[in-house]
């Protein structure tokens, strides 16, 4: 049985970080590791802005940027390897480095970014990364295996955001990677990239390797998924936000799904969901604190807090929706979710009257079709900057008064949209982006402190 081990960016950030999660590889090599990398911390930001360069035509800046990375990966090697870099490492990563070089002449000289050529580009952080990584390993003594993702992980072609095909994955690691994985040696692989059925590469959108971590585990019914970071596990909320929030040891899969979906950073929202169908444990960890505190996510949480944890995300933007025809509320909604579901929008938090809607929709959703479509059945306000804190637990269903204490913490915030989501462990609240930290930490001091 294996054990999937994902790195991300700040664990893999330099050449320190590096031997340190080579440190932890190297004592879990009786466990079958596969390593699932990300990007040298901030490498793939540094991709997108060479790729917005390039097809600006801002020469210069796409240069400093590849030089840049170029430059990084390279000191990292030298340090790695005490200034004697073999000349496979050196030629593996120029050749990489090559691949990125030529796609942004491509898109330089049509002056066009296609989503396609975006994913080839920012595909190349994790590319270099697990070059390096892996390298490394095999110079301390490691019995390792670089492995290119896009062998199995088959997606769809949303490139940018690429819908994995899960019983594609399934059967390609079978027939490809897991003959790879045993005891005493390790596998190393990228997270966050794939490839569609003809071969082009995809990207699974942004922080997507939690979600390549997962996805790997349950194609080869992994015994663990550990997510490796720079934090001892999920906190009670962001410790940015809040400094007094506190390590989770237990959680369930519900809730983690609901944090990540509503913000904490810490997990890719769709991470949890493959763990989730194969029953695989999560577990998130610190990297330079591995003997420390971590969250378990699994089934079944037997805590019995009432709160678990609270996450903030923002900006969103308001739409409300009130009914000009005397439309009853059925119709009313039937007629505005068509608009949604046929403009591919979705919403988060939705909140009801007889005939007026209130939703959520990201920042970056496309407000002006919207509202050309949503005016033919609806009189439409568009409120931006907004922000969803949401409070999780599973036991909020079978507590009463947790709105009131919430409301009364906030005191003279302005709640402009609150709902229970579906499944009663989110209580959502909507209010304006400038008070999110401070209604975040009022709402820790409330329920935590
Ligand atoms: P990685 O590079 O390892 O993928 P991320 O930066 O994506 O790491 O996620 C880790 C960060 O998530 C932490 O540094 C922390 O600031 C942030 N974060 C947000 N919400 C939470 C939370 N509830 N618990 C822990 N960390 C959180
Ligand atoms: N490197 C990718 C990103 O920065 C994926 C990841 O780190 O999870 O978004
Ligand atoms: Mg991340």
Known sequence: MSRVMKFGGSSVADAACMRQAGELVRRALPHAPLVVLSAMGKSTDALFRAARAA???????????????????????????????????????????????????????????????????????????????????????????????????????????????APALAR?????????????????????????????????????????????????????????????????????????????????????????????KVLHPSTIQPAVEARIPVTVRHTQRPDGRFTTIRERSAATRTVTALAGRGPVTVLTLSSTRMLDASGFLARIFEVFGRLGVSVDVVSTAEVAVSVTVERDAPLETLRRELEQVARVEIRPERAIVAIVGERLRETRGIAARALGALEDIDVEMISMGANEINLSLVLDRQRERDALRRLHAAFFE
């Open 55 to 165: 097809s600006n035509g801002r020469h210069s800046d796409a240069r400093r940027e590849v030089d840049g990375l170029a430059e990084r990966h390279r000191a990292s090697a030298a340090e790695l390897f005490a200034g004697d870099v073999p000349a496979e490492v050196h030629a593996s990563l120029a050749q990489h480095l090559g691949d990125l070089e030529r796609i942004l002449q491509g898109v330089e000289l049509l002056h066009e970014l296609s989503p396609r050529s975006l994913d080839a580009i920012a595909a190349r952080g994790e590319l270099l990364s697990t070059t390096l990584f892996a390298a490394y390993l095999a110079s301390i003594g490691v019995d390792c295996d670089w492995f290119d993702a896009r062998g199995v992980m088959r997606t769809d072609e949303r490139f940018g955001a690429a819908t994995p095909d």
């Open 172 to 264: 390609l690691s079978r027939e490809k990677l897991a003959a790879r994985l045993a005891p005493g040696r390790a596998v190393v692989t990228q997270g966050y990239i794939g490839a569609c059925a003809d071969g082009a590469t995809t990207t699974l959108g942004r922080g997507g390797s939690d979600y390549s971590a997962s996805l790997f585990g349950a194609a080869l019914a992994s015994d663990e998924v550990q997510i490796w970071t720079d934090v001892e596990g999920v906190f009670t909320c962001d410790p940015r936000v809040v400094p007094q929030a506190r390590s989770i040891p237990e959680l369930s899969f519900a809730e983690a799904a609901e944090l990540a979906a509503f913000g904490a």
